[in-house]
């Protein structure tokens, strides 16, 4: 079956440009994720899915984020006035269940460079 | 605030050598581990899930052991190919919130 997929794979915008990145998950999973893997840092999180309810978005950077998601289906993660600093691997996976205790499955990630 | 810490940072070996990989996390109050591969430009791959009542998980050649009171987890790859050459990354679930908390990564080769 087809896994956690992520668009674009590679995006490049200005410093000040909004993006939008969008995930997939595996059809079924309740749960989403947000992570970011900035150079040379390990991965960080950004905000968790329930359906699309998100009871922990306690690793958002700043308010120029934010991510909403449709239903138990795609998520999109929202950069406002992109910064140097934003450019990182955005990497999205998704769980069968909300529980702590499920396995997650990561999709490829999108690439942001902010100049 | 959870610290996971993947120790060593990079290691090369021949084909063939049995390997350990190791990882050690400040909380003991996880729910669980879990250990993945990620290969340069690609997402990661889930290895191995360990729950925080059990003690290892195998898979293949891969075996994962966690040692909760002591904030451990080893990752022991037996007989090394050069297809095993990638970047291997621990993480813990807390028992509060939702996030895996991540080390920074052992990057492993293993040369033909």
């Known amino acids: 079956g087809a896994g956690v997929s992520q668009s674009p794979s590679n995006k490049v915008t200005e410093k000040g440009k909004d993006v939008e990145l969008r995930c997939d998950p595996i059809s079924g999973h309740t749960a989403l994720y947000w992570y970011r893997q900035r150079l040379g840092q390990g991965l960080e999180f950004l905000i968790y899915?329930?359906?699309?309810?998100?009871?922990?978005k306690s690793g958002l950077p700043s308010d120029r984020f934010s991510a909403e998601r449709t239903g138990e289906s795609v998520s999109t993660l929202t950069i406002q006035r992109t910064q140097q600093e934003d450019s990182a691997v955005y990497l999205c996976?998704?769980?069968?269940?909300?529980?702590?205790?499920?396995?997650?499955?990561f999709g490829p990630g999108t690439r942001l460079t902010v100049l | 605030k959870q610290e996971v810490t993947q120790i060593p940072a990079a290691l090369s070996v021949p084909e063939g050598e049995n390997l350990v990989l190791n990882c050690s996390f400040t909380?003991?109050?996880?729910?669980?581990l879990q250990w993945f591969r990620q290969d340069p430009g690609k997402g990661l791959t889930s290895l191995l899930l360990i729950q925080s009542s059990q003690r290892e998980q195998t898979s293949g050649r891969l075996n994962a052991s966690l040692d909760k009171s002591s904030g451990r987890s080893t990752l022991y790859i037996a007989a090394s190919q050069p297809g095993d050459s990638a970047t291997y990354l621990c993480a813990v679930g807390a028992n509060s919130g939702y996030a895996l908390n991540f080390g920074k990564g052992t990057s492993l080769l293993v040369t033909p």
């Open positions: 996976a998704s769980s069968l269940s909300g529980g702590r205790s499920s396995e997650q499955f």
């Open positions: 899915f329930q359906g699309n309810s998100a009871p922990d």
């Open positions: 909380d003991s109050a996880i729910y669980n």
